[in-house]
């Protein structure tokens, strides 16, 4: 539960007018846009004065970016509240990304039938800048189920999904990407040794899967198998989640099948012909 904290008086959604300072490079306009739109997607609605705080920026800068934001209909600015909000152009822009990649039309169905099949909750999630981030959920009617909101990052090491797509990279890229993003720990049970992590990576090409065993959250266990495009490509993960109380260990084979084939599936719809991927039974 989010508590809302009220102030004796309401912040103003435009500075006053004082000199402004020097123009920023473009570069520099560009990336302090960029971060405020960033910080607009994850309020519903918030003053000029506290976005600026928290972009770090003096309110006149910010209001100028956001000026031309709200020109490009990327950010919306209420007169009555003196609040901006997100603009309808910057869901156009995301859509776009995911037309792009077209996963989450040709996993709609995929991944119905595999929480259906389950009774767990199914995940779609890609590879972005050396983490792994959840683009589309298909919830369990169970009271007690996994929940990744969509864009939400995790640590390939300690995911699912992210070993999945690991154990896809070559030794140079996997040897580079953990020199860039380390092996933080999160549980016990997190793998935070280079030599941990290759042997369950091995683990997973031979069988086709992989097995988040609580290494992110205790008390969660996750069963994941790549997704390829046309071109033999892994661009995505598919999997199932949940309380290790249903994850048992007499469960894991039959979930396992019913992930490898969701993840076959979903490749054909991509274009991939993915016999190598069927699951054995």
């Known amino acids: 539960m989010e508590l809302e904290q009220t102030t004796p008086k309401r912040p103003r959604g435009r500075p006053r007018k004082h000199a402004t300072e020097t123009d920023a490079r473009t570069v520099q306009a560009l990336d ?11 309020e519903n609605r918030i003053s000029l004065s506290t976005l600026a705080m928290q972009a770090g920026m003096p309110p006149s800068t ?3 970016l956001l000026m031309t934001l709200q020109n490009h209909h990327f950010a919306e600015f209420d007169e009555r509240t003196q609040e901006w909000m997100i603009g309808v152009e910057a869901f156009r822009v995301g859509s776009g990304f995911l037309k792009r990649i077209n996963l989450v039309e040709a996993s709609r169905d995929v991944m119905h039938r595999l929480m259906s099949e389950t009774g767990e909750t199914a995940n779609l999630a890609i590879a972005d800048n050396g983490d792994v981030v959840f683009i589309s959920q298909v919830e369990t009617n169970n009271p007690i189920r996994a929940f990744f909101r969509p864009g939400t990052r995790s640590a390939m090491h300690a995911s699912g999904v992210g070993k999945a797509l690991l154990a896809q990279l ?14 933080p720990q999160f549980t016990k049970s997190t793998l935070t040794h280079p030599g941990d992590l290759m042997t369950d990576l091995e683990l997973c090409r031979s069988r086709g899967w992989s ?29 199932v989640s949940g309380p290790s109380a249903r994850f048992t260990d007499d469960s894991i084979s039959r ?13 054909q719809n991509l274009g991939q012909l993915a016999a190598s991927q069927a699951p054995r039974t």
Do not use: T, W
Request: glycine share 8%; aromatic share 4%.
């Open 170 to 183: 070559s030794e140079d890229e996997l040897e580079s990407l953990l020199q860039k993003k380390g092996l």
């Open 211 to 239: 097995f988040d065993d609580e290494e992110r959250y205790a008390g969660m266990r996750c069963i994941a198998a790549p997704v390829f495009n046309a071109h033999g490509e892994a661009v995505a993960g598919i999997s």
């Open 62 to 64: 910010a209001h100028r």
């Open 255 to 267: 979930l396992s099948i019913a992930v490898r084939r969701a993840a076959a599936d979903l490749s």
């Open 32 to 42: 302090r846009g960029l971060q405020l739109l960033s910080l607009l997607s994850k």
